[in-house]
Nanobody
């Protein structure tokens, strides 16, 4: 299984970015997919997840209303649209996948497969 994250970059406060995570080596539609992030000196934290069909979603309070997670099972890709970015969103963003029906799991330990991370920097 391979997860390849991309789309990170540097933006100013209020800007937008769209992250992508392309999966291979798995039956993508069988996997709950999530996004996590890790800022310097901090633990990895949950950002968003969605169920296998992409209909049901789960967001961290800190990103609700600003970020949108989605997936395209035909392309084996999960996305994270990030709007109204703030300096506190600065982190390395990781996509993750798990063969489960539970998309409520916010613990990194609940996911078996991880992408390499993509850096998002938001300047004030």
């Amino acid at each position: 299984v391979q997860l390849q994250a991309s789309g990170g970059g540097s933006v100013q406060t209020g800007g937008s970015l769209r992250l992508s995570c392309a999966a291979s080596g798995l039956i993508f539609s069988h996997y709950v997919m999530g996004w996590f992030r890790q800022a310097p000196g901090k633990e990895r934290e949950f950002v968003a997840a969605l169920n296998r069909s992409g209909v049901r979603k789960n967001y961290a309070d800190s990103v609700t209303g600003r970020f949108t997670i989605s997936r395209d099972n035909a392309k084996s890709t999960v996305y994270l649209q990030m709007n109204s970015l703030k300096p506190e969103d600065t982190a390395i963003y990781y996509c993750a996948g798990e063969s489960t029906s539970n998309f409520y799991n916010r613990s990194p330990g609940g996911y078996s497969f991880w992408g390499q991370g993509t850096l998002v920097t938001v300047s004030s």
